[in-house]
């Protein structure tokens, strides 16, 4: 094995346990952007170093980058029609691998495609609904409100986006809460925070049996929030936004079936609660020096396996 | 789609155009209008006599239903086509937190 695989490999491999720690971690509350860099990161590298990997391994020409020289074969086999040889059990590995990797690049591909789509359609159904259904609020200007009793307030991101307000969120907060709770979906709208969930959200779909592609999805939506907690705090006092949210939090959710949704409404309970901690006794952000650290190792972990790609196998 | 909402049975367009009287709507926009819903499928249209007439397929409290489900939705795929403020917590952790947060104000005033 060439010494540019094992390395693509041992990144690919490292990325998983790398991710563990990252997802168990306490420091990302004080800096959830750093951690968002980080996430992004960590899911980008491991993807061109699995992919990498596998296709450099399945290269048999000698003296090429595991990019052009996989093209180059791949080239050659459709031009001249007839696959290469499998003359041993050694030549059926690479084989295989080359396949692997092809397989795995087609259906990351595939699956980020497919979950736009998905959540573009549900967007464009809430859209519709909302014409139908929706009028406008002088208690919430700039957002829609919807006539049901459930307290409930969410964005819709997107080129046409939107902030959705329920009637019984509107007789549960006062004017400062929902000015904060305003600030913190626009902050979601604003910085388009659905493009970075997106991808790990077709990470968990590709990898449903993985534990960790759930604890990334699930990090990094907490992040997102946490870091638009922080944009809204640049415009209104902690204290509103702490109470928006358990008060919303309280009264939310009651029409939700119980059952197999328990388990995940336990770790949601804890997700509220960790945001109103972090809102009332807020930590110091991570020093200079640290986020220089997490941003330098961000962009280590996507170059590294990147120039491997296009360098020539050693 | 309100009148059709109110109407008791199905409504031609011209009976639409009537009961939109606050507004002076063409007879062509009030059928564009339908035939729009019609096509997404919130309105279903049946041809009686000569003329379409159109009612509601779904009640209005059907559809905020659908938009509110989707939104409370914690499960699946959903939950990244919106982006949901809080999700649900206990009610005795939110009371806790609450009483604590209120205790805290006082000390801040006081």
New interface residues.
Partial sequence: MSATVFILAAIAIGCIPAASSLAAASWPRRSPAAAILLWQALGLGWGIAAIGALIGFGVTAPGSAVASGALKQLVGIARTGNLPQVVDFAAAIRMLCLVAGLVLLGVLYWILVA?SA??VR??Q??H???N??AHGDPKVPGALV???P?A??????GLRSAI?V?AGTLNLLDADELAA?LA??RA?LRER??LV??PF?ALL?AFRWAEVARRAYQAV?LL?EMHADDRALRQRPA?EL?????????A?????PSG??GA??RA??C???A??IRL?RPAPGLSYAALAVIIGASAAIVAIPAALLVLPLS | ?DVLWEAAGPLSVREVSGLLTDRDLAHTTVMTVLDRLAK?G?ARRERNGRAWHYRAAES?EA?????????????G???????????????T???T??RA?GA??EAARG
Wanted: charged residues 20%; contains cysteine; proline residues 1%.
């Fill in positions: 979950a998905s959540v549900a967007r159904r809430q519709e609904l909302l139908l259904l919807v006539d049901h459930a409930t307030a969410y964005c819709l991101p959705v329920s709770v913190h979906e979601h925070h659905d969930l997106l959200l779909r939506e997102i204290r702490a109470t928006a949210l358990l008060r919303v939090g309280a939310g959710g009651g029409g939700v197999a949704l995940a409404q949601e309970e997700e509220v609660a945001r109103v009332l | 789609m997404k919130f209005r559809y905020v239903t659908e938009l509110m489900l989707s939104a409370l939705d914690q499960t795929d959903r939950q990244a086509a919106l982006s949901r403020f809080a999700r649900s917590v206990s009610g952790e939110a009371q937190l609450l947060l805290l104000g």
